[in-house]
């Protein structure tokens, strides 16, 4: 009877254990896909997109470009553009100079 009882508190220990690791293991996040903007003259966020901004805006900083997640932009008559609660929410920023 007492075999019987430590064999069956070992097999509760190794679902409980398998039970945990199991739980600990997460499925990585898909990464969203991110948007640049160019930005005009007066420092505003515009609809045109850049596929690679760093040959219009060189340096890091701000003023020339932002990079915003998917998330944060919407399709308004089949034009992307970003959000206007998420416009000083960027996520990367290029400047000209």
Known sequence: MKKYII?????IM???????????KSTPAKAETTYWFAMDAQGNVTTTQLSDPSTLCPLSGDGCAREYNESQTEIVGGVRQVKASQVDLEIASRAKN
């Open 7 to 11: 064999g069956m508190l070992a097999m």
């Open 14 to 24: 190794i679902v409980v254990a398998s039970a945990f690791a199991i739980a600990g």
